[in-house]
Nanobody, 127 residues
């Protein structure tokens, strides 16, 4: 069993930055690949970014490339999502999730392939 707790969400103006954190407990986070997803009202949950177990490989949705960065600190059992140049369309609840492995970008984006999820943190970007 793995528990995940997201934090760092909030209200920010367009063009601003936020850093989300996802702290894991229950099992060592380095045993898992980790992903970030988001869900806006009335929309399906969508992939944002992911990182391999070691942190050596990262994967991003097209909407996140160049603006968002996923990183991890296995010593702290924490994964981060640094979000820069935020836009109003980035407004959503952001979730972190874990799975055993990520072998490709296609795999990283599969919502159903993740085993455990956090409760989410709200990000609101005002125009």
């Amino acid at each position: 069993q793995v528990q995940l707790v997201e934090s760092g969400g909030g209200l920010v103006q367009a063009g601003g930055s936020l850093r989300l954190s996802c702290a894991t407990s229950g099992r060592t986070s380095s045993r898992y690949a980790m992903g970030w997803f988001r869900q806006a009202p009335g929309k399906e949950r969508e992939f944002v970014g992911a990182v391999s177990r070691s942190g050596g490989n990262t994967y991003y949705a097209d909407s996140a490339k160049g603006r968002f960065t996923v990183s991890r600190d296995n010593a702290k059992n924490t994964v981060y999502l640094q979000m820069n140049s935020l836009k109003p369309e980035d407004t959503a609840v952001y979730y972190c999730a874990v799975r055993n492995y990520i072998r490709s970008s296609d795999e990283a984006q599969k919502v159903y392939a993740y085993d455990y999820w956090g409760q989410g943190t709200q990000v609101t970007v005002s125009s």
